[in-house]
């Protein structure tokens, strides 16, 4: 039996039956994290496949994963999504890149590009909190970037592994050839340091973190788009998405999992509660309730817990909070807060935390209103 090859434009599909993309909207596929279905606020591990599959079918641009070591490996469900659509973009949102090698993290970029056609994006960040990984330096991050990036162009490349005492040349086999390299982007708060390292060449887009307020969104992107320029690059050369939680007209239980709940995972965080008070000016004191909560005594919130199960401490996040940094309400008001975020300078905003059919009727609005600015002439468009 003879395997034939696709042609490269078939792997992109007809388009039939789907709505036009939205260029400016994307979305995470929120994977479950339990394999039987159980309990409101639960959801099956597989759901995020007919997720991607609902995403393309709207009109959403891409789908960024959250990984996680247990039940959300980046590799098998970015894998499933593509195979299940045909011009859905796919990201990694994000693979911590002390994680993995640069030579796996430029494997599964390859691999995906020649099975799904040009549409993946390697999403990075410094690190997660696991007793054996530690947290990159930005030097050491950008190094890895740079590294997996020279791979997909083939050849031989050095590779000096944090700790390591002599760097390691590594080489690529198999090269893409002709099929464009993949995007690689950073993930970061938009604050100094990461601005300037989010500004190296090797990173074509960022990804800020959920949770922060249109004005911290606005100063970040002035700092990255200020760094790009003070090191002679584009400043537009570099795409910076927004993740917004977004609970459209939905009932309260579910908009409290959505936006308190997960915002105790971020906030409870160390390191991560930090960057959002200092971005969005918020009282670091409610930190220290939150890490006090006896529910959160020697736990994370976030690996010990589904957000179902962090109502009582999420009652601690100011109401205040939540309407400053998510999309809460109608349909027109969520489209109005994103637009806000759009003004503000993000190029692409991310729904984060509900799922693609949750946002039907936000994903026609937001696309109404982008034909009517198109024809009034809008340069916001």
């Known amino acids: 039996m003879s395997v034939v090859a696709p042609e490269p434009a078939s792997w992109l599909g007809s388009g039939e039956g789907l709505a036009a993309v939205v260029e400016d ?30 995403a393309e079918r709207l009109g959403f641009r ?41 030579m796996v993290a430029a494997s599964f970029g390859a691999t995906m590009q020649a099975l799904y056609g040009p549409r993946f994006t390697l999403g990075l960040g410094r690190g997660v909190p696991l007793p054996d990984m530690p947290e990159y330096t930005f030097d050491q991050f950008v190094h890895y970037a740079e590294t ?16 390591g005492d002599m760097p390691t040349v590594l080489r690529t086999v198999d090269a893409l050839g002709e099929v464009p390299k993949p995007e690689i982007w950073t993930f970061n708060y938009g604050r100094p340091k ?14 800020l973190y959920p949770f922060l307020t ?30 917004v939680v977004v609970a459209p007209e939905l009932d309260d239980f579910t908009t409290r999992a959505h ?8 906030l409870e965080w160390p ?39 962090l109502m009582e401490p999420a009652r601690l996040v100011p109401d205040e909070w939540m309407e400053q940094s998510c999309a809460i309400g109608s349909v027109a008001h969520c489209v109005e807060r994103l637009a806000e975020y759009r003004a503000a300078g993000a190029d692409e905003i991310a729904i984060y935390a509900s799922t693609p059919a949750q946002n039907a009727q936000l994903i026609a609005a937001w696309r109404t209103r982008t034909e009517q600015l198109r024809h009034a002439g809008s340069p916001s468009v």
């Open 194 to 207: 990461a601005a300037r390292a989010a500004a190296n060449p090797v990173f074509d887009g960022v990804m």
């Open 214 to 243: 249109v004005e911290a969104v606005r100063a970040a992107v002035q700092r990255i788009r200020g760094a790009c320029a003070e090191r002679g690059r584009d400043p537009d050369s570099i795409r910076i998405c927004h993740p």
């Open 62 to 102: 891409r789908g960024w994963l959250s990984e996680r070591f247990d039940l959300k490996d980046s590799g098998a469900i970015l894998g499933g999504c593509g195979a299940l659509t045909t011009r859905f973009g796919l990201g990694t949102g994000v693979w911590a890149a002390p994680s993995r090698h640069p």
């Open 259 to 266: 936006a308190r709940a997960r915002a105790v995972t971020y």
């Open 271 to 309: 390191g991560h509660g930090e960057s959002l008070c200092a971005s969005n000016d918020w009282d670091t004191s409610i930190l220290r309730q939150l890490r006090e909560h006896k529910q959160l005594t020697g736990k994370n919130a976030d690996q010990d817990f589904h957000r179902a199960q």
């Open 25 to 54: 909207l994307s979305i995470y596929l929120i994977c479950g994290r339990v394999t039987t279905e159980h309990k409101p606020g639960f959801t099956h591990v597989a759901s995020v496949l007919s997720d991607a599959v609902e």
């Open 148 to 163: 997996v990036k020279a791979l997909w162009s083939g050849g031989t490349v050095e590779y000096q592994a944090p700790g």
